[in-house]
């Protein structure tokens, strides 16, 4: 069975927003929630926790695309954005406070759908690039922490590089731990001893 998309509707002007829910009607199974007020947004969004959130908004300045966006949890949704008309350099605003989808002059009925395909598509890209950046971050961090570990081992033992490894690799096997976690706790007991 297919998870029912929770949206959160954000616009001030009932027959837009009724345009609005009236194309994820005939697009589809939604639990939709209409936001006449952008000014409760965030309480809004902790209370439903939604899958996206949907912005409807006539012209936009930078300082209401920031607030709404991060009103929104970009980081924890996609945010998709309809405005009639943006100034110069208001998408890449929006973009860089977490919009998923900007769309100038295209609250369409027949386009809402695939807006929010995309937005959700794009946020999950950015999400696993996220995750990879952040896994990536984390392999360097250890590979820094065994390789001042292998390097106080060495000096302490008089080993190789390769044998001070094969010693941090034994230790951890033996205790059930990660090579990075017994690497650390050498790292910081040496500090705490200097």
Do not use: W
């Not at 509707?9 to 697009?27: F, N, Q, Y």
């Not at 912005?55 to 309809?82: C, H, K, Q, T, Y």
């Not at 951890?172 to 017994?182: E, F, I, L, N, S």
């Amino acid at each position: 069975m297919a998870h029912t998309l929770c949206v959160i509707i954000v616009e001030t002007d009932p027959a837009r927003a009724a345009l609005i829910v009236d194309s994820l009607c005939d697009a589809g199974d939604f639990d939709l929630h209409v936001i006449a007020e952008p000014t409760s947004l965030a309480r809004h969004i902790k209370e439903h926790n939604p899958d996206i959130v949907l912005i409807d908004v006539e012209n936009p300045s930078r300082d209401m695309l920031e607030e709404l966006a991060l009103a929104s949890g970009p980081l924890d949704r996609p945010v998709a954005m309809f405005v009639d008309r943006s100034d110069e350099g208001l998408s890449a605003a929006a973009i860089e406070a977490g919009v998923s989808a900007y769309v100038v002059d295209g609250l369409q009925s027949q386009r809402v759908k695939p807006v929010i395909d995309a937005a959700i598509a794009r946020f999950r890209m950015f999400q696993r690039m996220r995750t990879e950046l952040a896994e990536t971050k984390r392999a360097l961090e250890e590979r820094k922490v065994i390789d001042r570990a292998k390097g106080m081992l060495m000096r302490a033992r008089g080993v190789s590089e390769d044998e001070a490894y094969a010693l941090l690799r034994k230790t951890a096997m033996d205790q059930g731990k990660r090579v990075a976690d017994v690497a650390n706790a050498l790292v910081t007991a040496a500090g705490l001893l200097a």
